[in-house]
C-alpha cells in the first residue's frame, strides 16, 4: 500500500469514527466531554484532569473524540462517584 493510499484509508476511517460518534451521541447513549463536564458541573479542564487521576468511568474513544456512557455515569453517581478503579470492581460485582 502507497503511503498515498494509506493517507486516503486513515482518513476515510477517521470520517466514519466521527459519524458514528455523533450518531451515537444524537441518540443519546453517549455524552461529549463538553456534556459530561457540563452534567457533571465542572469545567473541561477539570474533567480532563479528574479522568487523568483515575476519578472517572473510562471514556469511550471514536478516534480522538472522548464520550462517556450516560447510563454507566448515572450508576457511577449513584454508586458515590467512586475512583475509576473502585468503580471496575463495583461493576464486575453487579455484572455477576
Given at each position: 500500500?502507497?503511503?498515498?493510499?494509506?493517507?486516503?484509508?486513515?482518513?476515510?476511517?477517521?470520517?466514519?469514527?466521527?459519524?458514528l460518534?455523533?450518531?451515537?451521541?444524537s441518540?443519546?447513549?453517549?455524552?461529549?466531554?463538553?456534556?459530561?463536564?457540563?452534567?457533571?458541573?465542572?469545567?473541561?479542564?477539570?474533567?480532563?484532569?479528574m479522568?487523568?487521576?483515575g476519578?472517572?468511568?473510562?471514556?469511550?474513544?471514536?478516534?480522538?473524540?472522548?464520550?462517556?456512557?450516560?447510563?454507566?455515569?448515572?450508576?457511577?453517581?449513584?454508586?458515590?462517584?467512586?475512583a475509576?478503579?473502585?468503580?471496575?470492581?463495583?461493576?464486575k460485582?453487579?455484572?455477576v
Amino acid at each position: 500500500m502507497t503511503t498515498d493510499e494509506l493517507v486516503t484509508t486513515l482518513e476515510t476511517i477517521l470520517a466514519r469514527l466521527d459519524k458514528l460518534s455523533k450518531l451515537v451521541e444524537s441518540d443519546g447513549l453517549m455524552l461529549s466531554a463538553a456534556d459530561t463536564a457540563k452534567t457533571l458541573g465542572v469545567s473541561r479542564s477539570l474533567l480532563y484532569e479528574m479522568k487523568n487521576a483515575g476519578l472517572l468511568p473510562a471514556p469511550i474513544s471514536f478516534g480522538r473524540r472522548l464520550c462517556w456512557s450516560k447510563d454507566e455515569l448515572r450508576a457511577w453517581i449513584g454508586a458515590g462517584c467512586p475512583a475509576a478503579d473502585r468503580w471496575e470492581v463495583l461493576k464486575k460485582r453487579k455484572a455477576v
